[in-house]
Protein backbone atom coordinates (compact mmCIF):
# COMPACT_ATOMS: atom_id res chain seq x y z
CA UNK A 1 0.00 0.00 0.00
CA UNK A 2 0.94 3.77 -0.77
CA UNK A 3 0.66 6.40 1.61
CA UNK A 4 2.58 9.29 -0.74
CA UNK A 5 2.61 10.61 -3.90
CA UNK A 6 4.30 13.25 -5.90
CA UNK A 7 3.78 15.36 -8.39
CA UNK A 8 4.72 18.01 -10.84
CA UNK A 9 2.65 20.69 -12.00
CA UNK A 10 2.94 20.99 -16.21
CA UNK A 11 4.92 23.90 -16.93
CA UNK A 12 3.79 26.11 -20.08
CA UNK A 13 6.79 24.71 -22.28
CA UNK A 14 5.18 21.30 -21.65
CA UNK A 15 4.22 22.30 -25.63
CA UNK A 16 8.00 21.64 -26.64
CA UNK A 17 7.85 18.22 -24.51
CA UNK A 18 9.98 15.70 -26.24
CA UNK A 19 7.92 13.12 -28.66
CA UNK A 20 8.03 10.37 -30.76
CA UNK A 21 4.94 10.92 -32.21
CA UNK A 22 4.49 14.36 -33.85
CA UNK A 23 1.68 13.24 -35.86
CA UNK A 24 -0.81 14.02 -32.63
CA UNK A 25 0.19 17.86 -32.33
CA UNK A 26 1.44 19.76 -29.74
CA UNK A 27 -0.67 19.70 -26.04
CA UNK A 28 -2.39 22.14 -24.98
CA UNK A 29 -1.19 23.62 -21.98
CA UNK A 30 -4.68 24.67 -20.11
CA UNK A 31 -6.25 21.23 -21.15
CA UNK A 32 -2.97 19.34 -19.78
CA UNK A 33 -3.14 21.97 -16.08
CA UNK A 34 -7.01 20.63 -15.95
CA UNK A 35 -5.95 16.87 -16.97
CA UNK A 36 -3.33 17.06 -14.21
CA UNK A 37 -5.91 18.29 -11.73
CA UNK A 38 -7.88 15.32 -12.54
CA UNK A 39 -4.95 13.48 -12.26
CA UNK A 40 -4.49 14.41 -8.38
CA UNK A 41 -7.58 14.09 -7.67
CA UNK A 42 -8.29 10.29 -9.15
CA UNK A 43 -5.03 9.93 -6.76
CA UNK A 44 -6.80 11.29 -3.45
CA UNK A 45 -9.42 8.71 -4.17
CA UNK A 46 -7.27 6.30 -3.41
CA UNK A 47 -6.28 7.36 -0.10
CA UNK A 48 -2.73 9.06 -0.25
CA UNK A 49 -0.96 12.43 0.72
CA UNK A 50 -0.27 14.32 -2.74
CA UNK A 51 2.92 16.32 -2.90
CA UNK A 52 2.12 18.46 -5.73
CA UNK A 53 5.78 20.37 -6.70
CA UNK A 54 5.78 23.71 -8.62
CA UNK A 55 6.22 23.99 -12.20
CA UNK A 56 9.53 24.59 -13.61
CA UNK A 57 9.42 26.37 -16.65
CA UNK A 58 13.45 25.30 -17.70
CA UNK A 59 12.48 21.48 -18.07
CA UNK A 60 9.55 20.82 -20.52
CA UNK A 61 9.19 17.36 -19.70
CA UNK A 62 9.60 17.59 -16.12
CA UNK A 63 6.08 16.94 -14.72
CA UNK A 64 7.22 13.30 -15.72
CA UNK A 65 8.56 13.11 -12.30
CA UNK A 66 8.44 9.43 -12.19
CA UNK A 67 11.86 9.39 -14.19
CA UNK A 68 13.41 11.38 -11.65
CA UNK A 69 13.90 8.22 -9.09
CA UNK A 70 12.94 4.84 -7.94
CA UNK A 71 11.36 4.72 -4.27
CA UNK A 72 11.05 1.57 -2.47
CA UNK A 73 10.12 0.95 1.05
CA UNK A 74 14.26 0.44 2.25
CA UNK A 75 15.89 3.24 -0.09
CA UNK A 76 15.32 6.32 -2.80
CA UNK A 77 17.62 5.74 -5.72
CA UNK A 78 18.09 9.39 -7.59
CA UNK A 79 18.03 8.53 -11.39
CA UNK A 80 20.20 10.21 -13.78
CA UNK A 81 17.82 10.55 -17.38
CA UNK A 82 19.32 9.00 -20.79
CA UNK A 83 17.38 12.00 -22.62
CA UNK A 84 19.94 15.23 -22.81
CA UNK A 85 17.11 18.06 -22.03
CA UNK A 86 16.36 16.07 -19.09
CA UNK A 87 19.53 15.18 -17.02
CA UNK A 88 19.23 18.08 -14.48
CA UNK A 89 15.79 17.37 -13.44
CA UNK A 90 16.61 15.71 -10.36
CA UNK A 91 18.96 18.90 -9.37
CA UNK A 92 15.34 19.79 -8.21
CA UNK A 93 13.92 16.28 -7.19
CA UNK A 94 16.62 15.82 -4.48
CA UNK A 95 15.41 18.02 -1.85
CA UNK A 96 11.84 16.55 -1.89
CA UNK A 97 13.05 13.26 -1.79
CA UNK A 98 15.20 14.00 1.47
CA UNK A 99 12.12 15.01 3.02
CA UNK A 100 10.75 11.46 2.77
CA UNK A 101 14.25 9.53 3.00
CA UNK A 102 16.92 9.62 5.62
CA UNK A 103 20.12 10.83 3.77
CA UNK A 104 21.57 7.42 4.48
CA UNK A 105 18.91 5.63 2.23
CA UNK A 106 19.23 7.85 -0.91
CA UNK A 107 21.53 6.40 -3.18
CA UNK A 108 22.47 7.82 -6.97
CA UNK A 109 22.90 6.91 -10.87
CA UNK A 110 25.80 8.61 -11.85
CA UNK A 111 27.27 8.95 -15.10
CA UNK A 112 28.28 7.37 -17.23
CA UNK A 113 25.19 5.72 -16.01
CA UNK A 114 21.73 6.41 -17.25
CA UNK A 115 18.17 5.41 -15.78
CA UNK A 116 15.14 6.87 -15.82
CA UNK A 117 11.88 5.32 -13.80
CA UNK A 118 9.92 4.84 -16.57
CA UNK A 119 12.00 1.58 -17.05
CA UNK A 120 11.60 0.30 -14.10
CA UNK A 121 8.55 -1.82 -12.75
CA UNK A 122 8.61 -3.13 -8.52
CA UNK A 123 7.00 -6.51 -8.13
CA UNK A 124 7.59 -7.15 -4.50
CA UNK A 125 11.30 -7.17 -3.43
CA UNK A 126 11.88 -7.83 -7.59
CA UNK A 127 12.59 -4.68 -9.62
CA UNK A 128 12.10 -5.17 -13.29
CA UNK A 129 14.09 -2.57 -15.50
CA UNK A 130 14.42 -2.15 -19.17
CA UNK A 131 17.15 -1.93 -20.94
CA UNK A 132 16.35 0.76 -23.38
CA UNK A 133 17.55 4.30 -25.08
CA UNK A 134 17.31 6.13 -21.95
CA UNK A 135 18.60 2.87 -19.37
CA UNK A 136 21.59 2.05 -20.54
CA UNK A 137 23.75 -1.25 -19.19
CA UNK A 138 26.39 0.53 -16.62
CA UNK A 139 22.82 2.30 -14.98
CA UNK A 140 21.51 -1.16 -14.69
CA UNK A 141 24.51 -2.62 -13.11
CA UNK A 142 24.52 0.30 -10.60
CA UNK A 143 21.27 -0.01 -10.07
CA UNK A 144 21.35 -3.70 -9.83
CA UNK A 145 24.44 -3.26 -7.21
CA UNK A 146 22.57 -0.62 -5.06
CA UNK A 147 19.49 -2.67 -4.48
CA UNK A 148 21.21 -5.57 -3.38
CA UNK A 149 22.40 -3.89 -0.74
CA UNK A 150 19.00 -3.99 0.47
CA UNK A 151 17.85 -7.53 -0.31
CA UNK A 152 16.49 -6.55 -3.39
CA UNK A 153 16.40 -8.38 -6.75
CA UNK A 154 16.80 -7.01 -10.25
CA UNK A 155 15.92 -8.40 -13.50
CA UNK A 156 16.76 -6.78 -16.89
CA UNK A 157 14.59 -7.10 -19.33
CA UNK A 158 15.73 -5.63 -22.87
CA UNK A 159 13.47 -3.46 -25.22
CA UNK A 160 12.92 -3.79 -28.67
CA UNK A 161 10.25 -1.14 -29.90
CA UNK A 162 9.11 1.10 -26.66
CA UNK A 163 10.88 3.97 -25.40
CA UNK A 164 10.41 2.82 -21.86
CA UNK A 165 9.22 -0.50 -20.28
CA UNK A 166 6.21 0.61 -18.29
CA UNK A 167 5.38 1.97 -22.00
CA UNK A 168 4.30 -1.90 -22.51
CA UNK A 169 3.55 -3.51 -19.71
CA UNK A 170 2.54 -2.69 -15.14
CA UNK A 171 2.22 -4.84 -12.56
CA UNK A 172 -1.34 -4.43 -10.59
CA UNK A 173 -0.33 -6.82 -8.02
CA UNK A 174 -2.22 -10.13 -7.17
CA UNK A 175 0.39 -11.58 -9.63
CA UNK A 176 -1.57 -9.80 -12.20
CA UNK A 177 0.38 -8.13 -15.22
CA UNK A 178 -1.00 -5.99 -18.20
CA UNK A 179 1.22 -6.75 -21.52
CA UNK A 180 1.37 -5.54 -24.93
CA UNK A 181 3.04 -5.62 -28.29
CA UNK A 182 6.73 -6.75 -28.00
CA UNK A 183 5.91 -7.99 -23.32
CA UNK A 184 3.24 -10.32 -24.39
CA UNK A 185 5.79 -12.96 -24.73
CA UNK A 186 8.74 -12.03 -22.92
CA UNK A 187 9.95 -15.20 -20.61
CA UNK A 188 10.91 -12.81 -17.54
CA UNK A 189 7.24 -12.04 -17.18
CA UNK A 190 5.94 -16.07 -18.09
CA UNK A 191 5.11 -17.24 -14.02
CA UNK A 192 2.34 -13.86 -13.85
CA UNK A 193 -1.29 -13.79 -14.93
CA UNK A 194 -1.03 -12.08 -18.08
CA UNK A 195 -3.94 -9.80 -19.31
CA UNK A 196 -3.07 -9.04 -23.28
CA UNK A 197 -4.18 -5.70 -24.47
CA UNK A 198 -5.13 -5.48 -28.26
CA UNK A 199 -2.89 -3.04 -30.64
CA UNK A 200 -5.25 -0.55 -31.34
CA UNK A 201 -5.74 0.47 -27.44
CA UNK A 202 -1.78 -0.23 -26.25
CA UNK A 203 -1.15 3.30 -24.98
CA UNK A 204 -3.52 2.11 -22.13
CA UNK A 205 -1.35 -0.58 -21.04
CA UNK A 206 0.10 2.53 -18.63
CA UNK A 207 -2.70 2.00 -15.90
CA UNK A 208 -1.64 2.21 -12.54
CA UNK A 209 -2.48 0.24 -9.08
CA UNK A 210 -2.77 2.41 -5.89
CA UNK A 211 -4.33 1.02 -3.05
CA UNK A 212 -6.43 -1.31 -4.77
CA UNK A 213 -7.81 1.19 -7.18
CA UNK A 214 -6.88 0.91 -10.51
CA UNK A 215 -5.87 4.27 -12.96
CA UNK A 216 -6.81 3.87 -16.01
CA UNK A 217 -6.51 6.51 -19.30
CA UNK A 218 -9.90 7.35 -20.79
CA UNK A 219 -10.53 6.42 -23.98
CA UNK A 220 -10.14 3.05 -24.04
CA UNK A 221 -13.47 0.61 -23.27
CA UNK A 222 -11.41 -2.47 -24.33
CA UNK A 223 -8.63 -1.81 -21.17
CA UNK A 224 -11.36 -0.53 -18.81
CA UNK A 225 -13.49 -3.63 -19.28
CA UNK A 226 -10.61 -5.76 -18.63
CA UNK A 227 -9.53 -4.24 -15.57
CA UNK A 228 -12.53 -4.13 -14.08
CA UNK A 229 -13.41 -7.82 -15.02
CA UNK A 230 -9.89 -8.67 -12.91
CA UNK A 231 -11.97 -7.44 -10.02
CA UNK A 232 -10.44 -4.26 -9.31
CA UNK A 233 -12.46 -0.38 -8.87
CA UNK A 234 -11.34 1.19 -12.01
CA UNK A 235 -10.69 5.34 -11.53
CA UNK A 236 -10.74 6.73 -15.43
CA UNK A 237 -8.23 10.03 -16.16
CA UNK A 238 -7.91 11.52 -19.69
CA UNK A 239 -4.33 11.94 -20.19
CA UNK A 240 -4.46 13.17 -23.92
CA UNK A 241 -2.01 15.98 -23.95
CA UNK A 242 0.86 14.11 -22.24
CA UNK A 243 -0.07 10.99 -24.32
CA UNK A 244 1.53 13.65 -27.55
CA UNK A 245 4.88 14.01 -25.35
CA UNK A 246 5.52 10.33 -24.99
CA UNK A 247 3.08 10.08 -21.17
CA UNK A 248 0.86 7.97 -19.45
CA UNK A 249 -0.75 7.92 -16.16
CA UNK A 250 2.28 6.33 -14.21
CA UNK A 251 4.98 8.82 -15.42
CA UNK A 252 3.20 11.73 -13.92
CA UNK A 253 3.55 10.78 -10.44
CA UNK A 254 6.35 9.15 -7.55
CA UNK A 255 4.10 6.33 -5.62
CA UNK A 256 5.57 5.20 -2.46
CA UNK A 257 5.35 5.25 1.37
CA UNK A 258 7.69 7.46 3.17
CA UNK A 259 10.54 6.51 5.58
CA UNK A 260 10.44 9.48 7.44
Known sequence: MFKNVIVKTPCKAVTKGITSAPELGKPDYEKALKQHESYIAALKQCGVE??????????????FVEDTAVLTKKCAVISNPGAAT???????????????????????????????????????????????????????????????????????VPLEKVLHLKTGVNYLENNNMLVSGEFKDKAEFAAYNRYEIPENEAYAANCIWVNDKVLVPAGYPTVEKL?????????????SEFRKIDGGLSCLSLRFTAMK
Open 86 to 156: RTKETEAMIPVIKQFYPEECIEYIQSPGTMEGGDVMMVGDTFYIGRSARTNEEGIRQFSEILAKYGYTVVE
Open 227 to 239: VKEMGYEVILVDT
Open 50 to 63: VTVLPADENFPDSC
